[in-house]
């Protein structure tokens, strides 16, 4: 596609309710990055991968926390029992190397009541 | 510490002028280096990129980069009111490859 696609882009979670967030990236990209912000803050690094391999989750904050990239292409990333803390934009970006230029998609809000 | 640490702003700055933004970063390995604007509700949208020390143009923008330092910076020349935005530096740490971003710097020109 042309741009790293993200769905939903809203998604409102009872607390405890598990959640799903899709990402497609940009054709060819090998790199894939997951990004958590808060409000007036910028993106909080969750994980990586490259390929189908998740080569760092260091910044996954709990174990309520999964992503995966099965086929190296589109990446889900899982929240399960979600908790009000959890309520922020998930973003999602890609790029073409190690190193080089990553390209965000729309982001999905997420809000747990 | 904060791996890559910005004044938070916000930053005002006159239609016409220049607006300077700042960012240190603490890992001496980092490799690349990238400035992103950030529109309220938005997702941030890459400005700029740079891999070595010195500057590097394009269009109103100049990035400059001192790896001695630590330090890395955004120039917009003729700012307008249109770049009013939250601007992100971001840092891949050559070691980890992840990218690590600031807290952002929010600038509003005005008119």
């Known amino acids: 596609g042309a741009g790293v696609s993200q769905s939903p882009r809203y998604k409102v979670a009872k607390r405890g309710q598990d959640v799903a967030l899709r990402c497609d990236p940009i054709?060819?990209?090998?790199?894939l990055f997951w990004y958590q912000q808060a409000l007036g803050q910028g993106p909080e690094f969750l994980t990586y991968?490259?390929?189908?391999?998740?080569?760092?989750k260091s910044g996954l904050p709990s174990d309520r926390f999964f992503a995966e990239r099965p086929e190296g292409s589109v990446s889900t990333l899982k929240i399960q029992r979600t908790q009000q803390e959890d309520s922020a934009v998930y973003l999602c970006?890609?790029?073409?190397?190690?190193?080089?230029?990553?390209?965000f998609g729309q982001g999905t809000r997420l809000t747990v009541v | 510490q904060k791996e890559v640490e910005q004044n938070s702003g916000p930053l005002s700055v006159p239609e016409g002028a220049i607006a300077s933004l700042n960012c240190t970063y603490s890992?001496?390995?980092?490799?690349?280096f990238f400035w992103y604007r950030q529109y309220s509700g938005k997702s941030p949208e890459l400005i700029m990129s740079?891999?070595?020390?010195g500057d590097k143009e394009d269009g109103r923008f100049t990035a400059q980069l001192n790896k001695a330092s630590q330090y890395v910076s955004l120039l917009i020349r003729d700012s307008q009111p249109s770049d009013s935005a939250t601007y992100l530096c971001?840092?891949?740490?050559?070691?980890?490859?992840?990218?690590?971003f600031g807290s952002g710097t929010r600038l509003s020109i005005r008119p």
């Open positions: 890992d001496r390995v980092s490799q690349s």
């Open positions: 054709s060819g990209h090998v790199s």
């Open positions: 971001a840092v891949s740490y050559s070691s980890a490859s992840k990218i690590i």
């Open positions: 970006a890609s790029s073409l190397a190690l190193g080089g230029e990553a390209f």
């Open positions: 740079i891999y070595s020390n």
């Open positions: 991968f490259q390929n189908e391999a998740q080569l760092d």
